[in-house]
């Protein structure tokens, strides 16, 4: 036993009568431990060594062919009353969803062994971690809950023996069944429950699921903040940092945001980032009044495809040990890894994703993927050559700007800003991206994703932006000033505009200029905006008509942003009912009569 806390061995008790192991295994942390599981994944064939002397430390592992990505369809968030859940969640009651899923749990780990994690999200010894204890029939698991979270014997430290604030995390693998697969938070039991998957999302239970779903419930209820943020500091060359939190929806190049290349401008003149988070992060108000950020997490689990020198080299460095990779291809011939957008050079003696060997050239020239799409790496942030020294501060870091993106064609400018705290809660809770073809369904359809939480939050949405409202009142003056960007914008033929990736850096820079009261801003009806002559082009083949232009504001494309039948944000309002704040109609009213 690794802890003495009466409630932990209660529930795990509980667990193994449930689930009926035959043997029980408690994670320490132990080097020792840890390699002796990773030995015999790969002797059962669940996992595979990868190229020792090239990839140190990496393995390989496949997942179920039907079993490949988060399934939001069965994700639940089961409250007491449905409308605590809200109009943006799968709901059903704690009673009937426990009537369903106990007898499945029932004796499903007969003959395997359960390993119990300890972990804590957040670093050990931090006023703003919290812990969790999942338990799991999969080594698979283990060793991913290792690279992402603090695993073992410090978790309980973090607990200790009294405390009953832990998140209780059940996971069984049964039999991968696809239409019995139930990913479930019961945000009033502190619990989830996964069951008939193996892959990360559904089945790391501190990520998604705790760090935001169950987190997002507690941070309402305590006063503090879970969001779907990336964190990064902009440190300048006199030694400065400041910090900026970040929410974008999926495919808006998030983690090559927070792990961003100063461009060349910015680099001869000692500016340096560091990558605090790239995914999520946990706010409070610390005793200077200000709002501090840490990331719960202890690792990265990145889309690989895309993933490649030019788009982001520093999550291409971290993944070069100590690494995880999940349903990409593989280079029989060197026993490496291989993903499209690598780089041009597909493998000839190839193993595709499923485990077929094929001739990877004309694999991919028969309009086939080597790789899945969402296949993934599970990365040590300590990996990132860019990782920031204040990672495992357990105070956090302060944050001077808080930064939504989407992904639009033509609506949203480049960058603006909120008027205030308030309306930059409006601006968060109305964005949204145009689907690419990367997403099911007809390109460029308009989809809402408000603070990029729309699949994540274990509460009424309605409830949420509340919260924020109220976080905002008790921020006061010291509340971080709110941003919106957009590196999308195409022209008449359909090409980006902006160059993106690290230029990104130069709107940044802008941002933090109106955090400090540096630089002017220009009012708009949808907030203010820089002067164009303020965003610096200096080495970039673009005109300061450009800049213009990507800073145009089209009254009309926002009022049918406002009015759009089905995708319109009055549509998107109207699902809230007498859960919508009233300030957040006062700010679309405004809105309104600013456009017109």
């Known amino acids: 036993m690794l802890t003495n806390n009466k409630n932990v061995l209660a529930w795990v008790d509980e667990m193994v009568a449930l689930c009926k192991p035959a043997k029980v295994v408690w994670i320490d942390g132990s080097e020792e431990q840890l390699q002796a599981l990773r030995d015999e994944a790969v002797s059962t064939g669940e996992m595979m060594w990868l190229n020792q002397e090239k990839l140190p430390g990496c393995m390989y592992h496949r997942t179920a062919v039907n079993d490949v990505a988060r399934v939001e369809d069965r994700t639940f968030i089961c409250s007491t009353k449905k409308e605590d859940a809200g109009p943006t969640n799968n709901w059903r009651s704690p009673q009937e969803m426990h009537g369903m899923l106990t007898p499945m749990y029932y004796g499903v780990m007969e003959g395997k062994t359960m390993y119990v994690i300890p972990y804590s999200m957040g670093p050990i010894g931090s006023k703003m971690s919290k812990v969790g204890v999942e338990v799991t029939d999969s080594i698979y698991v283990v060793l991913n809950m290792d690279i992402m979270t603090r695993v073992g014997k410090r978790a309980f430290e973090q607990l200790g023996d009294e405390s009953n604030d832990f998140v209780r995390g059940l996971h069984a693998k049964a039999d991968l069944d696809d239409q019995k697969r139930y990913i479930v938070h ?16 559904n089945v790391l239970l501190g990520k998604k699921c705790f760090a935001l779903r169950i987190a997002s419930y507690q941070g309402k209820n305590e006063g503090w903040m879970a969001e779907h943020m990336l964190i990064l500091g902009i440190e300048n060359p006199q030694g400065e940092t400041k910090y900026i939190c970040a929410a974008f929806p999926s495919a808006c190049g998030k983690t090559n945001l927070a792990m961003l290349i100063p461009p ?23 005793d200077d009044g200000r709002l501090w950020a840490i990331n719960p997490e202890n690792g990265f689990f990145g889309v690989a ?200 850096m130069r709107v940044l820079m802008w941002i933090l200029a109106r955090c400090e009261g540096t630089a002017d801003a220009v009012e708009t009806p949808i907030g203010y905006e820089p002067k164009p002559e303020d965003i610096n082009i200096e ?27 089905g995708t319109g944000i009055e549509a998107f309002y109207a699902k809230f009912g007498s859960k919508l704040p009233a300030e957040m109609r006062k700010q679309l009213e405004a809105l309104k009569a600013r456009l017109a």
């Not at 009033?188 to 999302?201: A, K, L, R, V």
């Not at 964005?431 to 939050?457: H, I, K, N, Q, Y």
């Not at 089209?554 to 009015?563: A, G, L, N, P, Y």
């Open 186 to 201: 019961f945000p009033e039991e502190n619990s989830i429950c996964s069951i008939n998957s193996g892959y990360g999302g």
């Open 264 to 286: 060349e401008i910015y680099a001869k003149q000692g500016y340096k980032v560091w990558t605090v988070g790239d995914d999520i992060a946990w706010l409070r108000q610390g």
């Open 305 to 504: 495809p895309g993933t490649n020198l030019k788009s982001n080299p520093n999550a291409l460095h971290t993944t070069e040990k100590g690494t995880i990779f999940t349903n990409v291809a593989l280079n029989n011939e060197t026993n490496t890894v291989w993903w499209e957008g690598l780089d041009k050079n597909p493998p000839v003696d190839a193993t595709e994703w499923k485990g077929a060997k094929v001739n990877g050239p004309e694999y991919v020239a028969a309009g086939n993927k080597l790789a899945h799409p969402n296949s993934r790496f599970t990365a040590p942030a300590k990996n990132c050559p860019c990782v920031s020294p204040e990672f495992d501060n357990p105070q956090g870091v302060p944050v001077s700007a808080i930064v939504f993106g989407g992904r639009r064609a033509k609506t949203a400018p480049l960058v603006y800003q909120s008027f205030d705290w308030k309306h930059g809660t409006f601006v968060g809770s109305i964005m949204a991206s145009e689907t690419t073809a990367a997403a099911a369904g007809a390109v460029g359809v308009v989809r809402r994703d408000p603070m990029a939480m729309l699949p994540f939050c274990g509460y009424n949405m309605g409830d949420y932006w509340q919260h924020w409202l109220d976080m905002g009142e008790k921020l006061g003056d010291k509340a971080p000033k709110i941003f919106h960007v957009n590196w999308f914008r195409t022209d008449s033929e359909g090409h980006f505009i902006w160059p993106g990736f690290g230029d990104n």
């Open 539 to 565: 080495g970039l083949d673009i005109s300061l008509e450009t800049i213009k232009d990507l800073l145009s504001v089209d009254k009309e494309s926002w009022m049918e942003d406002i009015t759009r039948e």
